[in-house]
């Protein structure tokens, strides 16, 4: 250890004291400076710890905290190891500005420590000198600073407790309690009390906190106070409500009410009035949420709806001022409904969403509190069922609908409160049978419940309003627009009776109509889109009773008539045959024969392709018929008929081949027929007439063996008629023709023999003819060419005199000389 530099410490340090004492500060800064390195430099912990103490405290004075904490905490390294360095009130006062400085620096657990060290110092001195007023005076600041410490460190009941005990020590520093440092000092320690939040804290005692804030009162002043005295009401009343004293604390929220409603008055602008306003009314609202009494809440909320609309006066354009006072004025609005007073609720909830609606137009898409604003409207939709005059309940709905729709286009839920206005207006309106008001209601109900749908995949809604819709257009005879939604509601798989029964009986009503319509065109139209309903619904529905696949066939058959009436003969045909292969009976055979037979009598006018065409379209029907009615002669007949057409078209076509095969098919048919009606002979005229034929077409090919043989065939049957019907002119013309052409083929092949025998046979039959007919012309024509032919023969064979004799006859018959 140096002396001189202890000496040096020594002097240095009394100058700096003297300095400061004369209020040199800047002086004292640079010796104490000196004194300090001195100290150091002499090795001298008591000397040290003196210096850098008074230097600490100096520096702190000046603002120069974060030198000062550097020579506090080297103060405090040294007392830590050698306390006795320094007197119990200088080590509690260094503490204490040490604890400042660091909680200047953020270092609050560091600073609540010494905070603590030196509160326990001067503790200890207060218990030596319990009257010494500079102990109080230091005790009662270190422990109001540590108390404002520890309540921003959140430990609000330590805090407390702390403020506490500073003001008791505070009330025994003067005997003056009018003297305004006094006062002042006081007033300071409460108004820090004040403002911790005492339902945070632990072990809060109601009558110890109330003493202090009656107190607090006795030194509250016009220019400051009220606000800290409005926190403390409510403070007192957040104590009160977690100790279930829900009454109690309204009436201390009334009182800071009051306190704070003068304070906005007099400064509406200023931002802290505002916010304590809010604050009080958010604490009533609070409370009032488990209260149970409607009448005492009408007059809360009546308080908080005034000093609502107090706040939107002074901001009219705050949104959340808005909704405030259309919260306020919902809640009324339900206290009231709850009493029965139905007329005043509504109209303090209409006011309610008018707010609501405007906030809505002013946020858009971005708005904060839609589910709120929600409640409101459904509230007012709530309120207005309560309604009994309905004229009223109409008048009500329409205009929240108004206030509404535009919004209800953007946003989903809204727009689903407008669909069940809608819905509920449109029975309304129903009910009063306004029909035509109604199913436009209802239809923006389903409209909305569409585009919903979309998005939630949820049709039910939709579905009960397409039935009442459809209920409506059919008493009004909106037949067309109530058919289309019942068939959607079936097709989408909402399978109902009721649908099916009402969809009968809007069809039965479009037949009657038709019925009576005189434009055949617009009847079938009618009839088509009918039967294709009813056939829809076939497929979908069960027809357990047969009911509608009976009316289809009579639909069907009334089309068919129709189609016959219009010209339309195929697409009847058609429809017939469709009717003839589901019945049970042949009911159409006869319908379906007439038009086959008109189909054909029709294009006897064709050219020869065109006739070919319905010819062959008529024997598939033929064909088709005669699977299922084989053993029907007229349906056989007329089969053989079309084949025997279609052979002679082919053969006047020079189709040769395809001719004889259907002259063939036509053979086939004629001889079924004939085994059908074995007393008929038409279809054996046929059959000879088609042996003939087919003999003729084999001739002009040079197929004389077929030739020969069916004309053999033909002299057959033809003899069989003639000795079944001798009177017959018709088949002995017939029988003298096919001997007449046996006769020439013979000729052609230089048989005379057999030509001469044909010939001669041909005259027989002429002359049969004769005697049932003499003057037959066919007769007179056909026996010359028979005479000449005879005569050609015989000179050939070199009879020349049989020969003349035949040509003589021939020509007296063919001048008419008997």
Not at 397 to 420: F, R, S, V
């Amino acid at each position: 250890m140096s002396k001189r530099a202890r000496d040096m410490a020594f002097r240095h340090f009394n100058k700096g004291v003297s300095l400061i004492e004369k209020g040199l500060h800047e002086d004292a800064l640079d010796i104490l400076e000196e004194a300090e390195e001195q100290a150091k430099e002499a090795d001298s912990p008591q000397i040290l710890v003196a210096v850098l103490q008074t230097y600490a405290d100096l520096l702190f004075a000046h603002e120069r905290k974060d030198e000062a904490l550097t020579r506090y905490s080297a103060a405090a390294d040294i007392l830590e190891k050698e306390p006795e360095h320094l007197s119990s009130e200088q080590k509690a006062n260094m503490f204490s500005n040490m604890a400042l400085a660091l909680e200047n620096a953020g270092k609050n657990e560091e600073a609540k420590e010494k905070y603590e060290v030196s509160a326990q110092g001067y503790r200890e001195l207060l218990d030596e000198e319990p009257d010494n007023i500079s102990y109080l005076s230091n005790a009662v600041s270190t422990l109001n600073n540590m108390g404002a410490l520890l309540a921003e460190m959140g430990m609000n009941g330590e805090a407390l407790d702390t403020f506490e005990e500073a003001f008791d020590l505070h009330e025994r520093t003067s005997g003056d309690k009018e003297d305004d440092g006094y006062q002042q000092k006081r007033a300071t320690i409460l108004e820090n009390l004040m403002n911790i939040p005492l339902e945070n804290a632990s072990g809060v005692d109601e009558q110890r906190y109330t003493r202090l804030l009656e107190q607090y009162a006795e030194i509250d002043t016009e220019d400051k106070g009220s606000s800290k005295m409005s926190t403390a009401l409510q403070n007192i009343a957040h104590m009160l409500e977690k100790e279930g004293k829900t009454d109690e604390a309204f009436m201390k929220l009334e009182e800071a009410l009051e306190t704070v409603s003068r304070q906005f008055d007099e400064m509406p602008e200023e931002p802290a009035n505002r916010k304590m306003l809010i604050d009080i009314l958010r604490d009533m609202n609070r409370l009032l949420e488990n209260e149970n009494d409607s009448g005492r809440m009408l007059d809360k909320y009546e308080l908080i709806l005034q000093m609502s609309r107090k706040l939107l006066a002074s901001m009219p354009e705050n949104m959340s001022y808005q909704l405030n006072v259309a919260f306020a004025l919902d809640i009324i609005g339900n206290l009231l409904k709850d009493e029965g007073r139905i007329t005043e609720a509504i109209t303090r909830i209409v006011e309610s969403v008018d707010i609501a609606v405007s906030v809505l137009e002013s946020e858009g898409d971005e708005h904060s509190s839609l589910q709120d604003m929600m409640i409101i409207i459904q509230d007012m939709v709530s309120l207005i069922e309560l309604t009994d005059n309905e004229d009223t309940r109409l008048e009500l709905y329409n205009d929240l609908l108004t206030k509404i729709e535009k919004a209800g286009q953007e946003n989903l839920e809204l727009g689903l409160i407008c669909a069940e206005i809608y819905n509920e207006t449109g029975r309304m309106l129903a009910e009063k049978g306004r029909s035509d008001k109604a199913i436009d209601d209802l239809r923006k109900a389903f409209s909305i419940y569409e585009t919903v749908s979309h998005a939630t995949g949820d049709s039910s809604k939709m579905n009960a309003i397409r039935k009442d819709i459809a209920q409506m257009q059919f008493t009004l005879g909106q037949y067309d627009d109530a058919l289309n939604i019942y068939m959607e509601l079936i097709r989408a798989g909402n399978i109902d009776g009721e649908h099916a029964s009402r969809i009968d009986e809007i069809l039965s009503e479009k037949e009657k109509m038709a019925d009576n319509t005189g434009n055949v065109d617009i009847l079938k139209k009618e009839y088509d889109s009918i039967l294709d309903i009813r056939t829809e619904l076939l497929g979908m529905i069960p027809d357990r009773d047969g009911k509608n696949a009976e009316k289809i066939r009579v639909i069907q058959e009334k089309i068919a008539d129709l189609m016959v009436a219009m010209g339309m003969n195929r697409e009847a045909l058609l429809a017939y045959e469709q009717l003839q292969e589901t019945g049970t009976d042949n009911r159409y055979l006869d319908r379906i024969l007439k038009l086959l037979e008109k189909i054909r009598v029709a294009a006897g006018s064709y050219n020869d392709a065109e006739k070919q065409e319905v010819l062959e379209f008529l024997l598939s029907r033929y064909n088709s018929l005669a699977e299922t009615n084989g053993n029907d002669a007229v349906i056989v007949g007329n089969r053989a008929s079309v084949i025997e057409n279609i052979a002679y078209i082919l053969s006047e076509r020079q189709e040769a081949e395809e001719s004889g095969y259907m002259y063939s098919y036509a053979l086939e048919a004629y001889t079924q027929l004939s085994e059908l009606e074995p007393d008929n002979f038409f279809p054996h005229e046929r059959i000879a007439a088609i042996h003939t034929r087919i003999a003729e077409l084999a001739v002009n090919v040079g197929d004389s063996e077929e030739a020969i043989s069916r004309y053999d065939m033909a002299l057959g049957t033809y003899s069989s008629l003639i000795d079944a019907d001798p009177s017959n002119i018709g088949y002995q013309l017939d029988h003298a023709s096919v001997l007449d052409g046996m006769g020439a083929l013979y000729l052609s092949l230089e048989k005379h023999a057999e030509a001469k025998w044909c010939y001669e046979n041909a005259l027989k039959a002429y002359g049969q003819i004769m005697e049932y007919d003499p003057g037959n012309k066919a007769y007179r024509s056909n026996v010359t060419i028979t005479l000449e032919n005879l005569g050609y023969v015989l000179e050939l064979m070199g009879r020349k005199e049989d020969a003349m004799w035949m040509y003589e006859n021939a020509r007296k018959i063919d001048e008419g000389i008997e």
